[in-house]
């Protein structure tokens, strides 16, 4: 045999030994997660339908963090309990690498739910002004924490996978937007190692169950709250020509804001004005002195909220005018301190974690999706001065049936916030573990 030729055949003998537990590495990971999920599976659904029945509302999940905090100290992470309020903290080290967050949210919604489900919750929950109120997870939050849990098993069960940190924080009161906020003031990046990204995801109403979504750059809107309260001149209702009536005045204000998006805003720029409350008087005969609204705002551009703010300000004064009441009860109108910025989904990252998700689930299950009017608070994490990457991406959580049905009939499927939303929770948490177990490894492995 030719000596040259020889030596080239051990050449790529060599090469090929040397390279095969990494190339062998590769190709089995998502095997190995598809394995771990698996062997865990009944003990996550067991988790999901506990948290299900035992929903606490924003900035009373004390049960829930306590149970968070206990599944991330047998996996052997640091953790840091009642960090900025409720929330948790948990630190796993690896060897020399990237850092990571991963995020998930706890609170449930003052909702009676009806989804007709054996294990609904019958949750009654005080709220913080004393009243008592039905609690439900009517906004996945309850797939959010076992998937998290998921997530955190794998990694661990795979560290031979992946170098580097592990943050885990399990976070409180998203849905009235305070929980992100109170961790980065109480110190999450400079009490723990500064993340060099930053992932979460939220459940999909609209999306199959064993699918995910994903949208580069500008993905949930930005939010606030608006409390608005309109005066008047009380009186007996037999006598309405004595009065002014709040009543009618704030029925009047309620359609004339929603002029505001239809014909001030741009139509090219995109901006929602809600009432989603309205509350005022004891009883039939009665005409009282005011009448409260409670609105949420959502837009995508500073400039666009800041025009919609003073458009509910010359508004409701107007009306006011109008009726003819004097300066001292022109409506009032607080802003609670429920700021949300919009959540901006890094483009590199997120287009990196999408081919991630490809490899993992199949390319027919990863979707492209447009921007929602939706809003999350986990955008926070990005806008410190430590200028974070995040992505925030979707699951789907229809079943294949209700889906068919769906798209063939044009039934409405229950949305998040509904008393009847019931995901495909086994099939969305297998898929949500994979999905964020895969993106976990491979942002760890470089």
Same mark, same amino acid.
């Given at each position: 045999m030719n000596m040259n030729r020889y030596r080239s055949i051990i050449l790529i003998i060599t090469i090929s030994i040397f390279s095969f537990p990494h190339w062998a590495q590769e190709n089995d990971l998502f095997e190995k997660i598809s394995t771990e999920i698996t062997d865990h599976l009944k003990y996550y659904e067991v988790l999901y339908k506990h948290l299900h029945q035992n929903p606490e509302l924003s900035f009373m999940e004390f049960k829930t963090s306590k149970r968070m905090a206990q599944e991330l100290s047998t996996l052997g992470f640091e953790v840091t !309990?009642?960090?900025?309020?409720?929330?948790?903290v948990g630190v796993y080290k690896n060897g020399e690498g990237n850092t990571l967050l991963l995020r998930t949210d706890m609170d449930a919604l003052p909702i009676l739910e009806k989804t007709g489900l054996i294990f609904a919750s019958k949750v009654r929950a005080k709220d913080n002004t004393g009243?008592?109120?039905?609690?439900? =997870?009517?906004?996945? =939050?309850?797939? =959010?924490?076992?998937?998290? /849990?998921?997530v955190a098993n794998t990694l661990v069960k795979l560290k031979n996978y992946w170098k580097g940190t592990l943050i885990m924080i399990a976070q409180q009161a998203e849905e009235k937007s305070g929980? %992100?906020?109170?961790?980065?003031?109480?110190?999450?990046? !400079?009490?723990?190692?500064?993340?060099?990204?930053?992932? %979460?995801?939220h459940v999909n109403p609209s999306l199959e169950s064993g699918t995910v979504g994903y949208c580069p750059g500008a993905?949930? %809107?930005? /939010?606030?709250? /608006?409390?608005?309260?309109?005066?008047?001149?009380?009186?007996h209702a037999a006598y309405p020509h004595t009065t002014i009536d709040p009543v009618v005045l704030a029925s009047r204000t309620v359609?004339?804001?929603? !002029?505001?998006?239809?014909? @001030?805003?741009?139509?090219?720029?995109s901006a929602v004005v809600t009432v989603g409350s309205i509350h005022g008087g004891t009883q039939y005969n009665i005409i009282p002195d005011e +009448? *409260?609204?409670?609105?949420?705002?959502?837009?995508? *551009?500073? @400039?666009?909220?800041?025009?919609?703010?003073?458009?509910?300000?010359?508004?409701?004064?107007?009306?006011? +005018?109008?009726?003819?009441?004097? @300066?001292?009860?022109?409506?009032e109108i607080f802003f609670p301190d429920q700021f949300t910025p919009p959540v901006y989904?890094?483009?590199?990252? !997120?287009?990196?974690?999408?081919?991630?998700?490809? @490899?993992?689930l199949g390319e027919r299950n990863v979707i492209m999706v447009e921007p929602t009017m939706a809003g999350e608070d986990f955008g926070n994490y990005g806008r410190t001065a430590e200028k974070v990457p995040v992505f925030m991406f979707w699951v789907g959580a229809v079943s294949h049936e209700d889906f068919a049905i769906n798209k063939k009939n044009g039934i409405d499927l229950p949305p998040l916030h509904s008393p009847k939303f019931a995901p495909d929770y086994l099939k969305?948490?297998?898929t949500g573990i994979k999905a964020m177990s895969s993106a976990a490894i491979r942002l760890l492995a470089h």
């Open positions: !309990t009642n960090f900025g309020g409720n929330s948790v009243k008592e109120l039905p609690v439900m =997870h009517a906004c996945g =939050h309850d797939v =959010h924490m076992t998937v998290w /849990v998921g929980g %992100a906020n109170a961790m980065i003031d109480a110190g999450l990046f !400079t009490k723990f190692p500064v993340p060099d990204y930053g992932l %979460a995801f993905a949930f %809107a930005g /939010v606030n709250s /608006v409390d608005i309260k309109i005066f008047g001149i009380g009186g359609l004339a804001l929603q !002029t505001i998006v239809s014909r @001030e805003i741009n139509p090219l720029k +009448v *409260k609204l409670q609105l949420t705002l959502r837009f995508y *551009k500073n @400039e666009v909220y800041y025009q919609t703010v003073e458009s509910i300000k010359r508004i409701t004064r107007g009306i006011a +005018v109008s009726a003819g009441l004097p @300066e001292e009860k022109y409506p989904n890094d483009p590199a990252l !997120t287009n990196r974690v999408a081919d991630i998700f490809r @490899e993992s969305t948490i297998k």
